[in-house]
């Protein structure tokens, strides 16, 4: 393959290497990793959705929904700073931005998933995909505070239709897959997180501001509610009854049923405990790194992007090894609990940056099998009702709300580390709580 011009480092002429400090070094190095992790990520993303018997257009268009939805929906973070120069927003009303935003979500996204059930997901996922585009422009085009505060408030239901239906769509599709499509489901989310930050410095660097980033968003979520309308989405295949009839879901007693399903709700527990290790524990990481160890800025930067490295590689071999063995879900997750709980110690009693920075990719490399396990698992207790799944996990949608303010606190009143040790206790949770193989077999 052919190397654009892009991809190479200008001549530096007359600098010698001595008169670098070691940030510089570590900061170049850092952009040809970054070159040549977009290449690999490419490549990988390839060997995954395209070396397939089922490749479809739905299918790749349901796939991109959520790396489109984590490079859109890191525009408001990534680009914070666009949006307060432009409204000349407090810190009170940022916060109150997303905290709107999270509240509609716990409110409303379970009772989506719920009434989806019901039917195709079809117009759920078009209609969400439009909620998604409105938002945007709202929040490109107004500057009242008021008509900002209802265009987040919608952008977190119509996201869980978007989205979240469109994962459940894939599920719904191929639930003897369950594993592997939340697999390859998660990587794409991490490429779209990888995605953001670039996006948004690029629109910055052309000086176009905040409502390029909305408008841009926009006729991207457009164009994805276009592409799936022309697009035939098949039914579950479960919902179904024994006469080979179409079975009526009666959705307040399908819930009431999951609802007592004990190990149906440890799975959907267990899919929410990563939260424990996401953005939440890097930011405190950070923290750490700086506070603790005196890290520079570009050093914690290369740290959390190892970390990602971690989690790429993880999710990549977890595919290969479903792919190609019979191993088990339960089994194997333990195993990265164990894993990542090796790393997380680690990194606790290391006063090294380089041992932490080690420690780190240990952790991310058996955390990032944590979600698309559990969820996979989740799925699996009631085929065909992919939505009643979704709002049982969505109950538990307030622990991701209370979880930085709990953590802000402790690490307020006993330090950074402190904060860094209470989220480490993740993988001893999932060892707590994964259920054990012969009861799955016998319920």
């Given at each position: 393959m052919a190397v654009s011009p892009g991809w190479c480092r200008p001549?530096?002429?007359?600098?010698?290497?001595?008169?670098?400090?070691?940030?510089?070094?570590?900061?170049?190095?850092?952009?040809?990793?970054?070159h040549i992790l977009t290449r690999k990520v490419c490549r990988m993303i390839q060997r995954i959705l395209f070396n397939t018997r089922k490749i479809s257009p739905l299918r790749l268009t349901l796939?991109?929904?959520?790396?489109l939805d984590e490079l859109i929906t890191g525009f408001p973070v990534v680009g914070l700073p666009l949006l307060r120069d432009q409204l000349g927003l407090s810190y009170g009303q940022i916060g109150l931005l997303f905290s709107v935003e999270a509240l509609s979500g716990m409110i409303f996204s379970p009772i989506i998933s719920l009434l989806s059930d019901r039917g195709s997901k079809r117009w759920w996922v078009i209609g969400g995909s439009l909620g998604l585009a409105i938002s945007l422009v709202l929040m490109g085009s107004t500057h009242n505070f008021s008509l900002l505060?209802?265009?987040?408030?919608?952008?977190?239901?119509?996201?869980s239709a978007a989205v979240g239906l469109s994962q459940a769509t894939l599920i719904d599709a191929a639930p003897q897959e369950s594993t592997q499509t939340m697999t390859r489901w998660t990587l794409m989310g991490s490429v779209g997180d990888l995605l953001s930050p670039l996006t948004v410095a690029a629109i910055a660097s052309l000086q176009l501001g905040w409502p390029a980033l909305c408008w841009l968003g926009a006729a991207i979520w457009s164009g994805v509610a276009l592409i799936l309308s022309l697009q035939h989405f098949p039914r579950p295949a479960e919902v179904v009854n024994d006469a080979g009839t179409a079975?009526?879901?009666?959705?307040?007693?399908?819930?009431?049923?999951?609802?007592?399903?004990?190990?149906?709700?440890?799975?959907?527990?267990?899919?929410?405990?990563?939260?424990?290790?996401?953005?939440?524990?890097?930011?405190?990481?950070?923290l750490y790194l700086h506070d603790?160890?005196?890290?520079?800025?570009?050093?914690?930067?290369?740290?959390?992007?190892?970390?990602?490295?971690?989690?790429?590689?993880?999710l990549f071999t977890l595919d290969r090894a479903f792919r190609k063995s019979h191993i088990s879900s339960v089994r194997l997750l333990s195993w990265l609990a164990l894993l990542s709980l090796v790393g997380v110690i680690g990194f606790l009693v290391t006063r090294s940056i380089w041992l932490a920075t080690a420690g780190l990719f240990v952790v991310h490399l058996g955390v990032a099998g944590w979600y698309p396990i559990a969820k996979a698992q989740a799925y699996d207790r009631q085929p065909g009702r992919s939505g009643t799944v979704r709002a049982v996990i969505g109950l538990g949608a307030p622990f991701e709300v209370v979880l930085p303010g709990l953590v802000g606190i402790v690490a307020g009143r006993f330090g950074a580390l402190a904060g860094v040790g209470l989220l480490g206790l993740a993988p001893l949770l999932i060892l707590l709580l994964v259920p054990k193989s012969r009861k799955i077999i016998q319920s």
């Open positions: 001549a530096q002429p007359d600098i010698s290497v001595r008169h670098l400090s070691q940030d510089m070094i570590i900061a170049i190095a850092m952009d040809d990793e970054a796939f991109g929904t959520v790396l505060l209802a265009a987040f408030a919608l952008s977190s239901p119509a996201g079975a009526s879901v009666k959705l307040w007693a399908g819930l009431r049923e999951a609802l007592r399903d004990p190990v149906l709700l440890r799975w959907a527990v267990l899919s929410l405990i990563p939260t424990m290790m996401d953005e939440v524990f890097l930011g405190f990481v950070a603790v160890l005196h890290a520079s800025q570009v050093i914690i930067g290369v740290a959390l992007t190892v970390s990602l490295l971690g989690s790429l590689l993880g």
